[in-house]
């Protein structure tokens, strides 16, 4: 008898049942999975598109992240070299090669790009992001041969493109959205949902910010609310 | 008010005293004073003589066919009063939520249970949830500190009933115990079956008592209190340790817990 | 992993001489316990969602044989592949032989309560395949070559200065001479030393918060990103997991990960959540070839349906043992074996035997702040109290404490008989104390008196006064 059959028979038995659930409860159990509903979502999350925006940038903020507001994309080359003056890094990034479509040569010459994914010298990895969640202040990405997923760990410090018409209310609402735009019971091979930089507190309860993540989370957001992100060309 | 404590309002309640162990072989001036309390509230007292224990110390040592025999007597020894009462949380909650579990496998006696269980309360709980008791008669001069028990606050929901009592009391003044709700490391015989344990856990609430600077510890479990008062004595604090329901009942003549007569 | 359960009372013994365990403890038992309560008060809805989150896993062990074979389906149809293991020796050999098939020299690990249950490192370690710990407390004890104490927080026993002293003796070999004091200047070491192990390894291996049936995802939950430099750069990603871990959908995990963390370290979420579906996908160039489900049951078909089930609503939150007064004073080591604190009290005897974790579930006194604070509702005092049942049942309770049980069941069953005895003897002790007022030295009470004094009783028993009317 395999280790499944073996296991299953165990569960079964123990469980009162000579079989898999009746046809009747097995129909119930397939219809949960294939429409999936929403639990309790906490009122937190209801609210306008305005804001969530306001309730993002709040949350974001408790959780040590920094946030830039910008008016268009074309806006993004100049905020990151902002922040890479500001923290004393080089003028060097490797950014997902969905943002590639971005003027990086035309708004900050000076800006040395490489594209892909993370290599262990990597400062500075400048992604897109799927969704930003209100809730919480959350980054959802998902990974993809343009948004290589190590770009979100390996780098000491980590850029976000999010627009303000991708946040949503909860991770539920990013879901659905993934789902439609993904097809459901499947997802991409890594979805990460990051809530501010990499730390630690193991060390007698004492927060240190850059375990093995990266020490800083920045975001630059763009203000429009129905332009297109290079992901979505 | 509710409408329990209405009704029991309308008529003079008939109250079967369960006395516990603990406080009618160590300390019977909290019977006494629960006594004397209920009558305040308007209730004849009956005190069943032929009571000993609730079964607790079986029931937790994991000796169930006891803990249902003696259970079974409780059943019949408090058959026909109006409600129980308890001057311990830990009884109370003994007979409220686990004499029901322990029948659940006889409809009869699980139906007796159950109607126990609807009928027993804690004392300071039952003056104020049922008997509608905003203040007590009595006052009380000093600086008091108050210690929730775990069965009491977690079983039974009691936290601020002996509060709001005690605030009401003229000359009493109430300060919060930090950790008032972490236990004090009793624990029926965990106390002497992991005594080194027992004692670290007893000597944070010690600790916590004395920073609050009070003179007087209150708590509405017998088995707390000794044990409290056994630390706070070895280790030389000046601190009376005494049930709430003497406080409330204005019978604090008698030493206080692990006080002598010198 | 050799328990030492059995030996608990002499386990709590040097713990508690244990004066950096004692500060350490301390630390803990203000920072964790503050942390959840403002958490809890942050969200209206948290109790509400602690109901739904148990009622999620209630339907999940109801129907646990129907969402494994759907997840099994996914993670197949994402390219992966699902071992079923009975055994923790299966479990072990299914990795092991996974590593082999590589030819795998060293091996990440993210953080798994699983693996330590199967004791995984020391078995790859005999067939010459390296393990490396990348979370921070993981690798501390690693290096310390001990247990974790804590079911998240497994270095929580070690202070600074031992976690100083490790870093210095074992760095050594990297070229670090230095004697660092700061937790940053420590991380930073750490990290540096992890970094090209992590883009070295061959194999990496993760536990799972999660387990999601619509997808075939496996989830984890990290504050450090270890775990996703562990999943995300060797060819091979295994996620060992126990079976009851495995959700229905997306938005059941989301509802269960709004309790976790809360409960855990009060955050709101951990600083990364990471849903890993099958291996990388053929337009991919990133990510591992390779992806492997060990699904383990070790035992836990065997609870289901017995009043041990509840226990398989258990996420590993910890907030059990962050508020238990008994944790707090002998820490996670005393319990010896993988899981301490309430949970590990309550699990242990079922993995070990009770003989071997008789002291468990007795050095608990019942005081219900675990239950209070577990985000599913786990009775756990009523467990406990199973144990100490099946222990009477079976002649493990030890004679001493079974005949003082069954003598003072005897007289409290008869009345007048304890009248006689309980009036005599409170008579003597009354009067043998009535001028201090207490004990400090008791026959038969030594266990209590060594650290207290005992209070004398008043004198006459309220029976007999009420007898003679006194009201």
């Known amino acids: 008898m395999s280790g499944k059959d073996a296991i299953l028979g165990r569960l079964r038995r123990s469980l009162g049942r000579d079989g898999p659930p009746a046809e009747a409860e097995r129909d119930a159990l397939e219809a949960r999975l294939s429409a999936p509903k929403p639990n309790l979502i906490p009122k937190r999350s209801d609210g306008s598109a305005a804001d969530r925006r306001r309730l993002f940038e709040d949350r974001a903020a408790l959780v040590d992240v920094t946030v830039q507001s910008v008016g268009s994309l074309s806006d993004v080359p100049g905020a990151v070299a902002t922040f890479l003056s500001d923290h004393n890094l080089p003028q060097s990034i490797r950014i997902a090669p969905d943002l590639a479509t971005i003027p990086w040569a035309e708004e900050h010459p000076m800006l040395t790009i490489e594209q892909g994914p993370a290599s262990i010298t990597d400062l500075v990895g400048v992604t897109p992001a799927f969704a930003g969640i209100a809730e919480t202040g959350t980054l959802m990405t998902i990974s993809g041969p343009g948004t290589p997923a190590t770009l979100n760990f390996v780098p000491d410090n980590h850029v976000v493109v999010l627009r303000a018409g991708q946040i949503v209310g909860s991770m539920e609402a990013a879901w659905s959205v993934l789902r439609a735009e993904h097809g459901g019971g499947t997802l991409p091979r890594t979805v990460n949902f990051i809530t501010g930089p990499s730390k630690t507190a193991d060390i007698e309860q004492m927060l240190v910010k850059g375990a093995h993540g990266p020490r800083r989370l920045h975001i630059v957001m763009i203000d429009e609310d129905e332009a297109q992100t290079p992901a979505q060309q | 008010m509710n409408e329990t404590a209405k009704k029991a309002e309308s008529k003079t309640l008939r109250i079967g005293l369960f006395v516990t162990c603990l406080v009618d072989l160590f300390r019977p001036s909290v019977g006494f004073a629960a006594v004397a309390l209920l009558r305040q509230a308007g209730c004849t007292v009956d005190v069943p003589r032929a009571q000993t224990c609730c079964g607790q110390p079986a029931y937790n040592s994991g000796d169930r066919g006891d803990a249902r025999d003696i259970a079974r007597a409780v059943l019949d020894v408090f058959s026909s009063h109006d409600y129980v009462v308890a001057p311990s949380g830990s009884c109370a909650a003994m007979i409220k939520h686990h004499y029901p579990t322990l029948f659940a496998d006889d409809a009869a006696l699980a139906k007796r249970a159950q109607d126990l269980a609807d009928r027993t309360y804690e004392l300071v709980s039952f003056l104020t949830d049922i008997c509608g008791m905003e203040r007590v008669e009595a006052s009380h001069s000093g600086r008091v500190t108050y210690h929730d028990s775990c069965s009491g606050l977690r079983e039974l929901g009691i936290k601020d009933q002996p509060r709001r009592l005690m605030a009401a009391m003229p000359g009493l003044e109430l300060v919060d115990l930090p950790g008032a709700d972490v236990c004090c490391g009793f624990g029926g015989s965990f106390c002497v079956k992991y005594p080194d344990v027992s004692t670290e856990i007893v000597a944070r609430k010690s600790a916590d ?38 406080v409330l009942a204005g019978m604090t003549n008698e030493p206080a817990i692990g006080d002598g007569s010198d | 992993m050799q328990p030492t359960a059995h030996a608990f009372k002499d386990n709590a013994k040097k713990a508690l001489a244990d004066q950096p365990l004692r500060q350490a403890m301390k630390r803990i038992e203000v920072g964790f316990t503050t942390a959840r309560t403002a958490a809890a ?53 299914v990795i092991a032989e996974i590593c082999r098939e590589v030819d795998a020299k060293t091996v990440t690990k993210g953080k798994s309560m699983i693996a330590e249950e199967v004791a995984l490192n020391p078995f790859l370690e005999a067939h010459g395949i390296q393990p490396i710990e990348t979370d921070l407390g993981e ?76 997808t075939g995802s496996t989830v984890i939950v990290t504050n450090e990103g270890n775990g996703d430099l562990t999943q995300l750069l060797p060819r091979v990603h295994v996620v060992i997991a126990s079976l009851e871990k495995v959700v229905p959908t997306l938005e059941d995990a989301s509802t269960i990960l709004r309790v976790l963390a809360r409960s855990a370290t009060g955050q709101e979420m951990s600083v990364y959540t ?121 002649g493990v309770t030890p004679p001493a404490e079974r005949h003082g049980i069954r003598l003072w069941a005897f007289f409290a069953k008869r009345p007048a008989l304890y009248r006689l005895i309980t009036g005599l003897t409170i008579a003597v002790m009354a009067r043998l104390g009535r001028r201090r007022g207490r004990f400090n030295r008791l026959p038969l009470a030594a266990g209590w008196t060594a650290g207290r004094d005992f209070p004398a009783p008043q004198g006459r028993t309220f029976q007999d006064q009420w007898a003679s009317g006194r009201r």
């Open chain 3, 139 to 214: 690798y501390i004890i690693q290096l310390a070559d001990e247990p974790p104490s804590h079911i998240i927080g497994p270095a929580v026993h070690k202070t600074k200065d031992q976690i100083s002293d490790l870093f210095q003796e074992h760095h050594r070999a990297y070229g670090k001479t230095e004697r660092l004091e700061e937790p940053e200047a420590l991380v930073a070491e750490a990290r540096e030393i992890l970094r090209q192990k992590y883009f070295d390894a061959d194999v990496g291996i993760t536990g799972a918060n999660f387990l999601i049936a619509e």
């Open chain 3, 41 to 93: 008060a942050g969200l209206p809805e948290f109790d509400a969602l602690r109901g739904a989150a148990r009622d999620i896993k209630n339907h999940v062990l109801e129907n646990l044989d129907f969402y494994l074979e759907r997840f099994e389906a996914k993670v197949e149809d994402a390219g992966g592949h699902v071992h079923w293991c009975t055994t923790a020796a299966d479990a072990r050999d």
């Open chain 2, 209 to 246: 008592i004395l920073a609050t600077g009070a003179d007087t510890v209150l708590a509405g479990d017998l088995g707390c209190l000794m044990n409290m008062a056994g630390h706070l004595k070895r280790i030389g604090a000046d601190v009376a340790v005494r049930h709430v329901a003497e």
């Open chain 3, 274 to 394: 990471t849903f890993s579906t099958g291996p990388r996908r053929a337009e991919d160039d990133h990510g591992p070839e390779a992806f492997h489900v060990v699904l383990l049951d070790n035992g836990r078909t065997d609870m289901l349906g017995t009043p041990l089930q509840d226990l398989l609503r258990c996420i590993r939150c910890g907030a059990c043992m962050n508020h238990c007064p008994v944790y707090h004073a002998v820490g996670g080591h005393a319990y010896g074996w993988v899981y301490p604190g309430p949970i590990g009290a309550a699990i242990d005897p079922h993995f070990i035997g009770l003989e071997e974790a008789r002291d468990l579930p007795n050095a608990s006194t019942f005081c219900g702040r675990c239950e209070e604070v577990c985000p599913m509702h786990i009775p756990l005092p009523s467990i406990l109290r199973h144990w100490r049942e099946r222990a009477f049942e079976r």
